[in-house]
């Protein structure tokens, strides 16, 4: 029997093909990939928020008892400024007070009376207060008139009440900052003297802006202070000027209305008065 025969009874072997056969220079004993461990890539976890308060610490203890006080010196500055605010805008305008004034030099008192009712601002109260007066035969004008201006020198000294400690916020505050600039250069320079030889240069630079630090605290609340402050003067200066001026019309002849001619004779009077003053 042939060699090449196969025998009967059993199935022909299949030859190898070229996928079963390995291939020339690879590793036999290289491990699959998908048997290979996979790697375990820990997860991010959320990232925490900064701790403010723990910074606020430090940066209390960097700049020491003098941003302290400017601290608390920009508190109370705030609320002043606050306060002002809230005072001002329940005063609200002066448009009906003018419009009363009006009234009153045509001859309409009741009228302007009404209209200054339950008015806030002071320069309507103290308008009101001048027109009932000039009503009153038992008030001579020069006693009204002082009357008049001992309330209108309370009323502003109401209006002008906080911006004293404001003006000494903005004014101290700088200074506050460059004496703790001072004080924490004085620092620095003890600190490089006990190095000795071995100076660090960290150690000035790090005295430094720590110094430096209370003189931005310093400026940071000498500079809305002093804003505030003016403005708030020049409002209280507004409001004085306008209650000046609405008291004295009630005193006063509005020219701008057309009146009666003085007579040729009357005329000649008052030129003659006038001479006689001048000599």
Same mark, same amino acid.
């Given at each position: ?55 606020? %610490? ?26 002002? %605010? ?8 002066? *448009? ?6 009006? %009234? ?8 302007? &009376? ?12 103290? &308008? ?15 006693? %009204?008139?002082?009357? &008049? *201006? ?8 109401? &209006? ?102 003085? *007579? ?16």
């Amino acid at each position: 029997m042939d060699e090449t025969e196969v025998p009967s009874g059993q199935p022909p072997e299949e030859a190898p093909t070229s996928d079963a056969l390995p291939a020339e220079g690879a590793d036999s004993g290289a491990l699959d990939v998908a048997d290979a461990p996979l790697l375990e890539v820990p997860e991010a976890g959320p990232v925490s928020e900064p701790d403010f308060l723990q910074q606020a %610490l430090q940066f209390l203890d960097a700049g020491g008892p003098v941003v302290v006080i400017l601290l608390v010196m920009s508190v109370v500055a705030l609320a002043i400024i606050l306060v002002k %605010l809230w005072q001002f805008l329940r005063l609200g305008s002066t *448009a009906k007070a003018q419009r009363a004034a009006s %009234l009153y030099r045509a001859g309409r008192t009741e009228e302007a &009376l009404a209209a200054l009712g339950g008015q806030r601002s002071p320069a309507a109260q103290l &308008l009101a207060l001048a027109i009932g007066g000039r009503e009153r035969a038992d008030v001579s004008e020069t006693r %009204l008139r002082e009357e &008049l *201006a001992r309330l209108g020198s309370d009323q502003v000294e109401s &209006l002008r009440g906080g911006l004293k400690a404001l003006e000494v916020i903005g004014g101290l505050a700088p200074l506050l900052g460059l004496f703790g600039t001072v004080l924490g250069m004085i620092a620095a320079f003890q600190a490089m003297e006990q190095a000795g030889n071995q100076v660090d240069p960290s150690i000035l630079s790090g005295g430094i802006w720590e110094a430096l630090l209370t003189t931005a605290v310093g400026l940071a609340v000498a500079i809305p202070a002093v804003a505030a402050h003016n403005w708030l003067e020049r409002r209280v200066e507004r409001i004085t000027q306008e209650m000046e001026s609405l008291v004295t019309q009630v005193f006063t002849v509005d020219l701008s209305r057309p009146g009666r001619q003085a *007579a040729p004779h009357e005329a000649q009077s008052a030129r003659l008065r006038l001479h006689a003053a001048g000599e």
